[in-house]
């Protein structure tokens, strides 16, 4: 048997260029591996922290399963599935929640950036104490109880490998030591998932290198189906710096190193593969226009199925009905495991 592995993306909106460099590229380059039995859902359960539309979440789940299609993501080299529809999940969600105190989720950084991220920079150095209490007393529980979710989410298909940017180091850490906790009290039934590291560095924003790329700074932000003539405006506005030079120093050249980054990781969807150093000699002594108009045709050519016809809504809700069963079975049988473990499943009578 194939390891697991498993992740999902959240259906916020459209994904742009740091959701596919940083996630959906590197899901269909493991699937085509043929190292995983691969596991990919719709995370429209975590969506629900961002208090969505009903309409607009619904248009976000299809829009979503279209990008993975379109990307390269193939059920029938992977169960594409829709998280709200595993029942089972909401079960071992509770049980996880008895054994993890309150005050280890409060703690986590993810949860304390999301608190605090309406707040200026400034705002955040000086908050006392006493103000971080009271954002955090009227703040959606669905934040604090997201690393819940998400380790669920991995052990409830028996999840061995999950592909994660270091932001996520701390969630998947408490995945593993929820599956250790139950396995202490319970016995063996989870195994500890390991993190596979992205390949891509983070994204960052086009128009402020020092921030992640985020559709709510539209104007830095690549989305997937901008159109050619967006791509283009987009990167030739990007920030830069004072001399000329492409030069790779993430420290001293945040902008230009953003790019080069954003070119080795696009170019081999509209050619051959290269590497930063092999961009950085291929355009020593030539300027910013040269390379940003390059940069504009390889991000155009890569992005161009993002631009055409969609798969249709009926075939869209089928697969993910499809999918969603083939995951659910698996939910449910682990499911039954850890009720059997807990004590639920009363032995049978004479």
């Known amino acids: 048997m194939k390891p697991v592995l498993i992740s999902g993306i959240q259906p916020t909106g459209r994904l742009h260029l740091g959701n596919y460099l940083g996630a959906l590229k590197n899901f269909v380059e493991l699937q085509n591996s ?17 208090n969505p539309e009903a309409k607009d979440l619904r248009a976000n789940i299809l829009n979503l399963a279209a990008d993975f299609i379109t990307a390269g993501l193939d059920p029938k080299k992977s169960v594409i599935f829709q998280q709200s529809q595993i029942q089972s999940l909401q079960e071992l969600k509770w049980v996880f929640s008895t054994l993890i105190p309150p005050g280890e989720l409060l703690r986590m950084t993810a949860f304390k950036e999301k ?6 920079p400034e705002e955040r150095e000086k908050i006392t104490k006493e103000q971080y209490d009271e954002i955090v007393a009227n703040t ?21 490998f999950v592909p994660v940017g270091h932001d996520q180091l701390q969630h998947l850490e408490l995945a593993r030591t929820l599956a250790r906790k139950f396995n202490k009290k319970f016995g063996k039934t989870f195994v500890e998932p390991q993190a596979l590291l992205t390949k891509t560095p983070r994204v960052m924003s086009l128009n402020d290198p020092t921030k992640k790329m985020s559709k709510s700074q539209p104007e830095g932000c690549l989305f997937l189906n901008d159109s050619p003539k967006d791509i283009e405006i987009k990167i030739k506005r990007a920030v830069t710096d004072s ?26 969807l509209s050619g051959p593969k290269k590497s930063i ?6 355009y020593q002594g030539k300027g910013y226009g040269q390379f940003k108009a ?18 249709s809504d009926l075939k869209l809700k089928n697969l993910l009905s499809t999918g969603s ?26």
């Open 115 to 120: 608190v605090l991220q309406a707040l200026k």
């Open 34 to 50: 043929g190292k995983y039995q691969c596991y990919f859902f719709i995370a429209d359960l975590h969506a629900l922290t961002e």
């Open 140 to 160: 959606n529980y669905g934040l604090v109880e997201y690393p819940v979710l998400m380790a669920a989410d991995i052990l409830i298909y028996n999840g061995q």
């Open 277 to 282: 150093t092999e961009l950085e000699k291929q």
């Open 243 to 268: 001399d000329s030079e492409i030069k790779y120093d993430p420290e001293n050249k945040a902008g230009i190193s953003n790019l080069l980054e954003i070119y080795s990781a696009l170019s081999d």
């Open 325 to 350: 069963k083939k995951a659910g079975k698996i939910a449910s049988a682990k499911m039954k495991e850890v009720k059997k473990k807990i004590g639920f499943i009363l032995p049978a009578t004479q």
């Open 294 to 311: 390059d940069l504009a045709d390889v991000a155009i050519k890569a992005l161009a199925p993002f631009r055409g016809l969609k798969t």
